[in-house]
């Protein structure tokens, strides 16, 4: 199993980037998948996650500004992040508890991670 980010690069402050996840694999089946970002000199944190029926959670510094969604026949993850701040800056991860067709179980794997900077 395989996660793949994609999406990240440089903007300017009140800009949009449009992130993108996909799973592959052998998949049996997909619960939560979510995205995580770690800023210069931070811990990772949590950005925002989506159940796989569709309801999202985010955290408080990007409410309004960002939304998660998800395509369940493409494995796929997706964050729209609109009025980028200069904060926003970090590299963004996103994960997914996912279960292969060899196991009874769920585990979390990680993207690679993708850049986004925010700077004029």
């Known amino acids: 199993v395989q996660l793949q980010a994609s999406g990240g690069g440089l903007v300017q402050p009140g800009g949009s980037l449009r992130l993108s996840c996909a799973a592959s694999?052998?998949?049996?089946?997909?619960?939560?998948m979510g995205w995580y970002r770690q800023r210069p000199g931070k811990q990772r944190e949590l950005v925002a996650r989506?159940?796989?029926?569709?309801?999202?959670v985010y955290a408080d510094s990007v409410k309004g500004r960002f939304t998660i969604s998800r395509d369940n026949a493409k494995k796929t993850v997706y964050l729209q992040m609109n009025n980028l701040k200069p904060d926003d800056t970090a590299v963004y991860y996103c994960?997914?508890?996912?279960?292969?067709?060899?196991?009874?179980?769920?585990?979390?794997?990680w993207g690679q991670g993708t850049q986004v900077t925010v700077s004029s």
């Open positions: 694999g052998s998949i049996f089946n997909i619960n939560d």
């Open positions: 994960n997914g508890d996912i279960r292969d067709y060899r196991s009874t179980w769920y585990e979390t794997y």
């Open positions: 989506i159940t796989s029926g569709g309801s999202p």
